[in-house]
């Protein structure tokens, strides 16, 4: 009597398809590590995120970024404020991913399809202008030391939530 073998498993299935082209856009600062934002860029390369508006000089390293440099959007501009008013005026509902004493925990928000992310910078977060621009704050809860996670991190697990709710785009 012989044994059946269990079928193989199949790696790098096709990608999903999406019923519609997502409206998620992720703005972030001029970071100071361009591993940051190359990391950020294949995350929204794996997402199929609209764009990424991205601020500073914008290094971006291909071996980091992988397939993500090709699949997305990257728009360089000097700072975020004059972004969010056009993000606004756009239709895209303006949420930032940072601590405060009116943020929202992040698995009891609801995002809208038409979302702009905004990304606070590494050490810094977010600063007092961006904030007075976005409709509404998430943040990630943080149950030991340190205070925050890492930007990418708290970036994957922000834009995993909006998937989550949106997942055929």
């Given at each position: 009597?012989?044994?059946?073998?269990?079928?193989?498993?199949?790696?790098?299935?096709?990608?999903?398809?999406?019923?519609?082209?997502?409206?998620?856009?992720?703005?972030?600062?001029?970071?100071?590590?361009?591993?940051?934002?190359?990391?950020i860029?294949?995350?929204?390369?794996?997402?199929?995120?609209?764009?990424?508006?991205?601020?500073?000089?914008?290094?971006?390293?291909?071996?980091?970024?992988?397939?993500?440099?090709?699949?997305?959007?990257?728009?360089?501009?000097?700072?975020?404020?004059?972004?969010?008013?056009?993000?606004?005026?756009?239709?895209?509902?303006?949420?930032?991913l940072?601590?405060?004493?009116?943020?929202?925990?992040?698995?009891?928000?609801?995002?809208?399809?038409?979302?702009?992310?905004?990304?606070?910078?590494?050490?810094?977060?977010?600063?007092?202008?961006?904030?007075a621009?976005?409709?509404?704050?998430?943040?990630?809860?943080?149950?030991?030391?340190?205070?925050?996670?890492?930007?990418?991190?708290?970036?994957?697990m922000?834009?995993?939530?909006?998937?989550?709710?949106?997942?055929?785009?």
């Amino acid at each position: 009597m012989t044994e059946e073998q269990p079928p193989e498993h199949l790696r790098h299935k096709p990608l999903t398809d999406l019923t519609r082209p997502r409206e998620l856009v992720l703005a972030c600062p001029s970071f100071k590590s361009k591993v940051n934002l190359s990391r950020i860029v294949r995350l929204a390369g794996c997402a199929a995120a609209e764009k990424i508006i991205a601020c500073g000089t914008a290094k971006i390293d291909p071996t980091i970024a992988r397939d993500g440099i090709g699949h997305v959007v990257i728009e360089r501009r000097r700072t975020l404020v004059p972004v969010l008013k056009t993000l606004k005026k756009e239709g895209y509902r303006i949420v930032g991913l940072e601590q405060t004493d009116r943020s929202q925990l992040i698995y009891e928000y609801v995002y809208r399809r038409r979302t702009a992310l905004i990304i606070g910078h590494e050490r810094d977060g977010m600063t007092a202008d961006e904030l007075a621009l976005v409709d509404d704050v998430i943040e990630i809860p943080v149950y030991g030391m340190p205070y925050s996670y890492n930007v990418v991190t708290a970036t994957t697990m922000a834009v995993y939530e909006y998937l989550r709710q949106f997942p055929d785009g």
